[in-house]
């Protein structure tokens, strides 16, 4: 008798098993019903571990209130070193209306990161080593108090859209007037909004991608960018200022990383014309006539494309002909008057 | 050798013959799922698109959007949208044709307005969906005329996902406040206000009316906001009496408790009925109108979304002890608050309804003024303070005195009544409507009311005048309208904040007043509540059933009661009317 209810028992929980693996395996049946899956469960999970932070500002049109996330169980809070932490203490409000008093761990300014602490245990958060890197044209979704729509227990905004690039923040005066100038997620959503900063940008299964950065604005064509940094890039920081450890600074001139620099433009008989502006383009100066670009490429030509990147000043053009690996062929087109032209130069083999 | 330029033309041509395979036969192959998404999607759009409405100043300048709801033509849009376009305006349906409209109800707090199409008794319309079912995540088309593009009047459609529901968005100079709304990333644009918002399923959730803006201009920036559908459910009927529709207010403001965090009422008018239920000042809401309280916003939300007069429960706690009661919620406005809406005078600061310079082409050129219009169009609207629309509203009461009929018999029958009975408590009653006096005898105790004085008496004490009561219901079915100063079709409302929703019929004689409810399904008088004085309980009286005594009509069997006392259920045995 009893052996029989053990087996059912048994068979229950297998069938159990086998229904959440079903759920958690096959986003592709939830798409079937007609419509595609609403990310409805996904947004459930990340809201609650992003918070609403409200500080310093309301004045001048600097928003008092932002965005962030949980990063750990009892508390600790990444979000975005602004004016908004510059109070005498914050307040942080979690999706389900609960307030704490942040304080402050510390601030790497360099990345505009900051992380603040609550007094709070059993906290659901985002494991900072489970963040993953995400292709162009990913489905994804943000999540910010943008506008300070979301008071008390609401959660915070979502928005859905695609990523469309990953490329370095082109930071200047001109251009974005960012310290940050490190590789940054560009966004087809309006995500950066005020109070969006601190913010997550998640695939649309919820897992971490980045955090929404600052309100950046282009000087010239008035334009906003939407974007995010890259957890890759924030792990190691905020890992520091958590742990309060920061023996393996980036920015410590011993363990500066070597950039990859295996090829320079001259390994292919280009001399580039002299790198003296911020984003100088990537005109050829000169052909050495015994080089292999001899005869191929001209004076004046202007380099666009190596393999698919687009290179828009030489220092870029530097660091993509520097990350070439040895053998095969690269190939180039260049600008040529009206016309583009392309040209297959071969990878000099080095050790 | 080719040529530079024959390179460039056969490297062009190279890729032309790329595209044409590409669109030839995909070079990737896509998922069923994803075209069955697809054609989802678009069989929705086909489905709901006749239903969206390109709305124009007849004047020509502003204009937005608004969708169809009924067959005979009643469909939504913002009030900011038609404030702006006056009493009559043009509206374009995707079949390409342009109609004439005419203002029915504006809800100038809300941001909604009702406008009839006219000129067709079959209008495609969208179904009516449930907007408390969306959640964060949830799919939305978002249809309309951003920018005023659509010259041939097909909907622009925007495509996003719900990023908030239950928001709170405080008023902004204007009396405007958008409660319990529903926030999208899907664009909404200047033009696209007063449109649509459709779930995935193609019914209708919400109308759209305002965004985030700040300062980038006012573009979609990923935040727009809807009103509920299911907040303009409950205004729906109001709005169809052609009124200024008001919002409400409980007469009391709530806080968040500094320790506590619980909401607590930080003020109360003692005038309220709150008060007259005993709710007080530091008094916990727990639940208001059978939602759970946790933020003040929440509290704002749930207020938000009711009618003047609605009565809805509340739930407070004090020393632990939680105690529910009813209460019927107050204007929000004056009168004249709402009378400065009127008219096309309110500009919005946020979203008015000019696209600008830029906004495209101009709508179709300014067919007439009001003065111009069609005769037989001129008489469907008719100007009066604290109406949008007049001339709906004697509609509706011509509608609500079919239900009257019940007791035409009466009707003229000015002379004294008598009526005499028993209640569930055993006590006889005898009653007497003369001329100049009500008098009523309890178990032999007498109580009067004279006819010819100004003051209106709680006569018996406690029951918020049940002679008064009686009398009112006397006027009502023997003289008509005429014995009223004011008489009006109000909308509708739930009976006592828990029955069926029940047509409301307003009538006002010098100070008192009454509501009389009329049961939906067949029209029929089910009761009304009369009051001495406004802020004051009232006398409700319920019909439980009537009677023919020698051939006329009559409340046999009714309940009194007043304020949180039920008085009793009276059943009439003896009826003598006068004569005709």
Not at chain 1, 72 to 80: C, E, K, M, P
Not at chain 1, 275 to 295: C, S
Not at chain 2, 537 to 544: G, W
Request: aromatic share 8%.
């Amino acid at each position: 008798m009893s052996g029989i209810t053990d087996e059912r028992r048994l068979f229950g929980r297998l069938r159990t098993a086998a229904l959440v693996a079903v759920v958690l395996t096959c986003h592709a049946p939830m798409t079937v019903r007609g419509q595609d899956a609403s990310a409805v469960e996904p947004i459930r999970h990340v809201a609650s571990r992003v918070v609403k932070i409200f500080g310093a500002g309301g004045l001048q049109g600097l928003s008092d209130f932002g965005s962030g996330f949980l990063i750990s169980a009892d508390g600790h809070i990444a979000t975005v070193w602004s004016h908004v932490l510059d109070a005498e203490f914050v307040t942080v409000v979690l999706d389900d209306g609960r307030r704490f008093e942040g304080k402050l761990v510390g601030a790497e300014p360099a990345l505009d990161v900051a992380v603040l602490k609550i007094d709070g245990e059993n906290l659901p958060y985002f494991e900072l080593t489970d963040a993953v890197p995400a292709s162009l044209g990913s489905r994804v979704l943000a999540f910010s108090n943008m506008f300070e729509v979301a008071n008390g227990d609401e959660p915070v905004s979502v928005q859905h859209g695609v990523l469309s690039a990953r490329i370095n923040m082109s930071a200047r005066r001109g251009a974005f007037e960012s310290r940050y100038d490190g590789p940054i997620y560009v966004v087809d959503a309006i995500t950066n909004n005020p109070g969006a900063a601190g913010g997550v940008l998640t695939t649309r299964d919820g897992r971490l991608l980045g955090m929404l950065g600052k309100e950046l604005r282009d000087a010239r064509t008035g334009t906003w960018l939407n974007y995010a940094l890259p957890i890759e890039v924030l792990r190691t920081p905020i890992t520091q200022i958590v742990t309060g450890d920061f023996s393996k600074k980036e920015t410590d001139p011993d363990n500066v990383p070597k950039r990859l620099n295996r090829y320079a433009p001259r390994d292919f008989g280009l001399v580039m014309i002299p790198d003296v502006v911020a984003r100088t383009p990537p005109y050829v100066d000169r052909i050495p006539a015994d080089g292999p670009a001899a005869g191929k490429i001209q004076p004046g030509d202007l380099i666009i494309f190596v393999g698919d990147t687009l290179v828009s000043s030489v220092r870029v053009l530097n660091e993509e002909i520097g990350k070439l690996e040895s053998g095969g062929n690269v190939r180039l087109v260049v600008r040529r008057g009206n016309e583009l032209v392309t040209v297959e130069l071969p990878i000099p083999r080095k050790n | 050798m080719r040529t530079p330029r024959g390179l460039t033309v056969s490297r062009w041509a190279g890729l032309a013959c790329l595209v044409l395979v590409a669109v030839g036969r995909p070079a990737v192959a896509v998922d069923d799922a994803v075209l069955e998404a697809e054609r989802a999607r678009i069989a929705t759009i086909e489905k709901v698109a006749p239903s969206v409405v390109a709305i124009f100043s007849s004047k020509g300048g502003g204009g937005g959007s608004g969708v169809l709801i009924s067959p005979d033509g009643y469909a939504l849009s913002n009030y900011h949208v038609t404030s702006a376009c006056g009493e009559f305006m043009k509206c374009g349906l995707n079949d390409g044709k342009l109609y004439d409209a005419v203002i029915v109800g504006i809800d100038p707090t809300g941001d909604v307005a009702l406008i009839k199409m006219l000129g067709r008794d079959d209008f495609p319309v969208a179904t009516l969906g449930d907007s408390d079912q969306l959640k964060q995540g949830d799919w939305v088309y978002v249809m309309g005329n951003p920018f005023l593009l659509a010259t041939d009047f097909a909907p622009t459609v925007t495509y996003g996902i719900v990023s908030g529901v239950h928001r709170y968005q405080y008023p902004a100079g204007t009396i405007l406040e958008y409660t319990d709304c529903i926030q999208t990333d899907a664009s909404i644009n200047p033009g696209n206000s007063g449109g649509p918002l459709f779930n995935s399923a193609g019914e209708l959730v919400g109308i759209n009316g305002r965004g985030s803006f700040e300062k980038r201009g006012r573009v979609n920036v990923g935040a727009g906001y809807a009103i509920s559908i299911n907040q303009i459910k409950h205004f729906l009927d109001h709005l169809k009496s052609g009124r200024i529709v008001d919002h409400a207010t409980l007469g009391a403001t709530v806080r968040t408790d500094r320790l506590s965090r619980a909401v607590v009422v930080d003020s109360i008018l003692p005038q309220s009925e709150a008060f007259r239920r005993g709710l007080r000042e530091g008094d916990e809401i727990v639940s208001f109108a059978g939602r759970p309280i946790g933020s003040v916003n929440q509290f704002k939300n749930i207020l938000g979304i009711y009618p003047d007069g609605w009565t809805v429960p509340l739930v407070y706690r004090r020393e632990e002890q939680k105690t529910e009661i009813y209460v019927r919620l107050r204007p929000l406005h004056h009168q004249s608050e709402l009378a400065e809406t009127q008219g096309p005078k309110v500009p919005d600061p946020r979203q008015p309804p000019h696209p600008g310079p830029d906004g495209g082409p101009q709508p179709p050129p300014a067919e007439a003024a009001k003065d111009d219009l069609d005769a037989d169009l001129k008489k469907l609207h008719e100007g009066r303070p604290g109406y949008a629309n007049y001339y709906f509203n004697r509609q509706h009461q011509s509608r609500l005195e079919e239900g009257l009929k019940e007791f035409a018999g009466w009707s003229g029958r000015r002379g004294t009544w008598k009526f005499s009975g028993a209640t569930d408590a055993n006590q006889t009653f005898r009653v007497l409507l003369a001329e100049q006096s009500v008098g009523m005898w309890l178990d032999d105790k007498p109580y009067l009311q004279p006819l010819d004085a100004v003051d209106w008496l709680d006569e018996p004490p406690g029951t918020g005048g049940l002679l008064v009561a009686f009398q009112q219901f006397k006027w009502l079915v023997s003289e008509g309208p005429e014995a009223f100063t004011e008489f009006a079709y109000f909308g509708s409302e739930p009976l006592d904040g828990r029955g069926p929703l029940v047509d409301v019929l307003l009538t006002e004689r010098g100070t008192l007043g009454a509501r009389w409810y009329f049961r939906q399904s067949d029209g029929a008088l089910i009761g009304y509540d009369s009051s001495l004085l406004a802020d004051q309980d009232e006398c409700r009286i319920r019909f439980v059933e009537t009677v023919a005594f020698s051939g006329l009509r009559f409340p046999a069997t009714f309940s009194v009661s007043s304020g949180d006392k039920q008085l009793g259920v009276f059943k009439v045995q003896q009826v003598e009317p006068p004569a005709k």
